[in-house]
């Protein structure tokens, strides 16, 4: 079995799909050994620990647990040292997202999105800054536009987002100077599942200046940058949104 000390080592939340995936891949690529966090995509997260194990093997782990139940996020990041015997990196991708419009928003609503997108996050951190501390780490957080320009009939979501931003900068006083917390927020990526109007979504890319939307690799180099390069950098957001936060 390849001996793993030598690798980096980095946990990324919700990586079986989506961003998350092409989160998990570049990091691979850039040398990392990945915890793959999944909740209910556990036959996509065994299938992309396949495809990263043939690309190197040992290389990988996967760990299963809803987010939302508190117990699982310190037991999440004991697994991943217990693994792999270090914690280079944390990457909080995984994100819930449903309307909540005022007036008809449920306490269980506000529940989801609150656990799934701001306390997870801030307690996956808590359990993870001693082992980051160590080998002088770094946390990336994936935010939203939407956490500063907020989207109607989205409220409790904008918040959580919001408490998120909110928690990377503060984050990133309180760990430093042996860990930088940095966030990427992107603009329109992959539109959500289950579908969508096609007007809106014209509408949006009417006030994106670079007119596409933006691919999961884009997003993904971004958080290994920060992880890797950016080692000045603290506290800081990256606005990956083709100019969006410009147009307004």
């Not at 990324?12 to 995509?41: E, F, K, M, P, Q």
């Not at 939407?146 to 409220?155: D, F, S």
């Not at 990377?168 to 940095?182: C, D, F, G, K, M």
């Not at 884009?218 to 603290?234: F, H, P």
């Amino acid at each position: 079995m390849e001996n793993t000390m030598e690798h980096p080592v980095a946990l990324v939340t919700g990586s079986a799909r989506r961003i998350g995936a092409a989160i998990a891949r570049t990091l691979h690529a850039a040398g990392y050994d990945v915890a793959l966090h999944c909740h209910r995509s556990r036959g996509e997260a065994d299938a992309l620990a396949r495809e990263l194990e043939a690309r190197r093997p040992a290389s990988t782990c996967v760990l299963q647990a809803d987010l939302a139940a508190f117990d699982r996020l310190p037991e999440l990041v004991a697994q991943a040292f217990g693994r792999f015997g270090r914690l280079d990196a944390l990457v909080n991708n995984a994100s819930g997202f449903e309307p909540t419009p005022v007036g008809t928003t449920t306490p269980a609503q506000w529940d989801a999105l609150m656990a799934t997108n701001a306390r997870a996050p801030f307690f996956l951190a808590q359990a993870a800054a001693p082992h980051l501390a160590a080998t002088r780490g770094a946390i990336v957080n994936l935010v939203d536009i939407y956490a500063e320009r907020p989207l109607a009939g989205h409220t409790v979501y904008c918040m959580a987002k919001a408490a998120l931003l909110a928690m990377t900068r503060s984050l990133a006083i309180e760990l430093a100077p042996a860990v930088r917390v940095n966030a990427v927020s992107p603009g329109a990526i992959l539109w959500p599942e289950g579908g969508g109007e096609d007007e809106s979504r014209t509408a949006m890319l009417e006030r994106t200046p670079l007119g596409r939307t933006g691919t999961p690799e884009e997003v993904a180099e971004a958080v290994r940058w920060l992880l890797q390069d950016a080692t000045y950098s603290t506290g800081q957001v990256l606005h990956l949104d083709g100019g969006r936060m410009l147009a307004g």
